[in-house]
C-alpha cells in the first residue's frame, strides 16, 4: 500500500470519532467539521512519511491543538463582544445532537432502546463535562478513541504515568457520578479498557 493509500485508510477509519470529538468539545456542526479538515491536512501535509502507527496519536494531537486554538478564539471573542456566557463553559450535547454521532446500527434498535441509549450519552456527557480537562482529555483518548497510553502520552504532551493517573482519577469521578448508570449496565459505560 503506497503513502496515500495508507493515509487515506487511516483519515477514513478516524474521521466519524474524529469528528464526533469536535463536535462535543466545540459544539458547532461547522466548527468542528473545520477542526477536523484542518488537522487532516496538517497530518497529510507534515507527517505523511511517518509510520503507521504514529500517524494516531499526531493526528489526535494536532486535532486536539486545533480545537483549543478555536475554543480559545471562540472564548476571546465572546469577551469581546459580550455574547452569552456559553462560549466559555463546557458543551452539554442535547439529546438529539448525539443521535447523529451514534455508532450503532440505529434499525437494529427499537424505539424504546434508542431513547435509552441517548439517554444514556447525554448523561456520561454531562459528568463527562464536570471533569477537569487533563481527565477529560485522557479519558476520551484512551476509552473513546481507544489509543495506547504511548499514544495518549503524546498526543497529551505528558508522560506515561501521568496518563494514568489522569484516566484513574477520571474513572472514578464518572463512576460517582454515573452511579446509577454503572450499576443498571455495569463498568461498559466507562470503558472496558484496562489502565
Not at 477542526?35 to 507534515?46: E, G, H, N, S, T
Not at 505523511?48 to 500517524?55: F, G, H, M, V
Not at 455508532?103 to 434498535?109: K, M, Q, S, V, W
Not at 432502546?113 to 480537562?133: C, E, G, I, S
Request: with cysteine; net charge positive.
Amino acid at each position: 500500500m503506497d503513502k496515500i493509500e495508507r493515509l487515506d485508510a487511516f483519515l477514513r477509519r478516524e474521521q466519524t470519532k474524529a469528528y464526533s470529538l469536535a463536535l462535543r468539545s466545540l459544539a458547532n456542526h461547522d466548527d468542528a467539521l473545520d477542526a477536523v479538515q484542518d488537522a487532516m491536512f496538517k497530518l497529510v501535509d507534515r507527517y505523511a512519511d511517518k509510520p503507521l502507527e504514529e500517524l494516531a496519536p499526531l493526528f489526535y494531537r494536532i486535532l486536539f491543538n486545533r480545537i483549543r486554538d478555536m475554543q480559545r478564539k471562540s472564548s476571546r471573542l465572546g469577551r469581546l463582544f459580550s455574547f452569552s456566557n456559553r462560549v466559555s463553559q463546557p458543551h452539554t450535547m442535547a439529546a438529539n445532537e448525539f443521535a447523529q454521532i451514534d455508532y450503532h446500527d440505529e434499525h437494529a434498535l427499537s424505539a424504546e432502546q434508542k431513547l435509552d441509549q441517548a439517554a444514556l450519552k447525554y448523561k456520561t456527557d454531562r459528568a463527562l463535562n464536570n471533569l477537569p480537562q487533563r481527565q477529560r482529555d485522557a479519558f476520551v483518548l484512551r476509552i473513546w478513541l481507544e489509543l495506547d497510553v504511548r499514544q495518549t502520552a503524546v498526543v497529551m504532551s505528558c508522560s506515561e504515568g501521568s496518563v494514568k493517573t489522569h484516566l484513574s482519577r477520571a474513572k472514578r469521578a464518572l463512576k460517582n457520578q454515573l452511579q446509577d448508570l454503572v450499576e443498571d449496565i455495569g463498568d461498559d459505560v466507562l470503558g472496558s479498557k484496562a489502565i
